[in-house]
Each structure stands twice: as C-alpha cells, then as structure tokens.
C-alpha cells in the first residue's frame, strides 16, 4: 500500500482550528478542520513525521480503505476480500472497534463479528480486546471506512513525564494553548503554578526545536509496512530560561525530573514559591501561562478567589509589558484576576469545559 491515503489528527473539540494551524504550518498537503479534529493526505512517511512531529495531535489514524456494504453479509463478504496483509502482520494482536450511523447496517456488534472474522480467518490474526493495535471501522451512509490507530498510547504521552500533580495539563493541550497565545520558542514562559512542569517543559521543547514523539514507540512500528520515522533535528542554542514556581516541594521535585528527562533540564528553573512571591524573570517581556487549580477538579471554589486575585495583583505589580494565558473552567474566577480577559472557546478537558483566557498586562 504504497499509494497516499487520508490520515486524521485528532484534537478536542474547540481546538480544531489550532491543531490545522499546526499541520498546515508542517507542510501537509490538503490539510482541512473537520469535527474532532484535522483531515490531510499522504502516506505512511507522512503518517510517521505526523505522529512524531505533532505537538497538538491526540492521535493518527491513517484510513486505509473504504468500500460500500448495505447489508451484513455484504460487509463479511467485502471484508475477507480487503487486502489487510498489507498493513497488519498475522504476529500481532488486533483489537477491532466498529460505528455505524445513518447505514441500512446499524447493530454495532454485528458488523464487529464480521470484521473480526475476517481477520482471523483471512489474516490468521488475534483478535482481542485488551490488544494494543487497534483496527476503527466507521459505518456512515452505508460506507464502510476502514483505519488504523497508528499512534497507540495517547500522543500526549511522550515519554518523558513520570511524575505528575493531581490535575495535569496534557503535553498536547499545553502545546496548542501556547500556539494560541502566539508562543513561537523566542520569548521567556513563566508559570506560577506549575504542578508537574507540562507548560514550562513544552515551552523549552518548542524552544530547542525538539520533536515531541522523539524517544517513544508508536503502533505503526509494529505494522506490516516499513514505517519510516523523520530525522530527528539537533536541539537549537535557547538564549532565554523558563521558569516554574509552585508552593508544593512535590510539584517542584516532579517538575525538575521530568525537564530532566525530556532533555531540556538546563533551559528550565523550578522554585518552591506561593504566587504572591513571583518575581518576574531578567530579560524582554515574555509569557505568563498558567492552569490554576478551579473548585470543580481541587478544592473549595470560594477558597480561590483569593488566589486569582492575588495573581492579578502581582501580575499587575510586575509583570508589566508580558502577556498572559490561564486556563480555568471558571469565568467567575477568571474576572477575580481584575485584568482585562479575552475567553477562548470552550475546550473539553478532563470533563469539564475549559477556556483559555488571554490579556496583554499593563
């Protein structure tokens, strides 16, 4: 299957548009905003530079083929014909997960046998539920799509954090919220309340010019098709620091080992340090980013009013000049920073609504 095929890069609800400013900016071809996230065309070099590459990406999923079925047997028949030796190999495990909407087939688990058993008996395959390669069969307007998980473990994981707080910001959700408030890796990145360090890390990363999928394995290694991976860059020369500070001794432990294990350990600098002793870093005006805790995840929401506030208070004091992004669930704590706020749209995360909230300081 050496031809080009459509390959979907998954992103919340809400961030679409971030993530297709991201693929675009790489240079893929065709690249368009579709519910859930961004459709573009290539083949598996693209596949591989798409999930290493991608700070936004939740997922890649490359769609392999499609065919029409309108019934049952149908789609058994069409399925023991698909050529799925070209892409999976009979030694590893394939776990099958089916859709259908709008189609004349419409009993999920149906169409799952079928698919299941063509697998088996034409691939020689396993099939199981607890497999980590994972076959996504969507059934829409009676088309039968068939794609492969390519990535495996969620891209947000990339390989480098083992210590996290009690609410951490996804590697991916960090990325495309610095996209957004224009962070391009030529500016300082402070955040006073770094819990496990993903902004502050994701910041240096972006700064040195370091690929995020660098040093951890993806599904499509173990594919029946060669996948090649992209060169991995040499880290770039950073001139500024990134700097985190929290109140929690664990926090700051945490965050020091993880900058250390991504590999950008001497870019960053952790403090133990509550917001209201936040000293704004030597240098040019930069970015505040920050995720701070709201009632609905940590805590009692009256007790953080004092918190917002006190941010605002010393943001105002002195940080004159940067800018700022937080992410919080809660409006009404976000107007408690008395800065002027300009709200994203709402993002899911950890199921709850997000939005990034931005204002220029001064």
Known sequence: MDQDFEIFASAPPGLEQVLLDEVAEQGFAGAVAVPGGVT??????EVARANVALRGAGRVLARIGSFRAFHLAQLDKRCRKFPWAEVFRPDVPLR???TCKNSKIYHDRAAKQRVEG????VLGAEVSAEA???VMVRIEDDLVTISVDTSGEPLHRRGHKEAVGKAPMRETLAAMFL?????????TVVDPMCGSGTFVIEAAEIAAGLLPGRSRKFAFDDLAVEVPRPDMPEARAVAQRFYGSDRDDGAIRSSTANAERAGVGALCQFTRAP??????PEGAPGLVM???????????????????GSLGH????RFQGWRLGMVTSDGGLAKATGLKLQAGPPVAFGGLAVKLYQARIG
Not at 179 to 184: K, L, V
Not at 275 to 280: A, F, H, P, T, Y
Request: aromatic content about 12%; charged content about 25%.
């Open 40 to 45: 573009f065309s290539g083949g598996w070099p």
């Open 96 to 98: 099958v997960d089916v």
């Open 118 to 121: 063509a697998l088996r008996e």
């Open 132 to 134: 980590e390669m994972r």
């Open 179 to 187: 996209r957004q408030c224009g962070y391009t890796g030529s500016e």
């Open 275 to 280: 917001v209201s002793d936040l000293q704004r």
């Open 290 to 308: 920050v995720n701070p805790p709201y009632g609905a995840r940590i805590g009692n929401r009256k007790l953080l009013f004092a918190l917002y």
């Open 314 to 317: 010393v943001l105002q004091e």
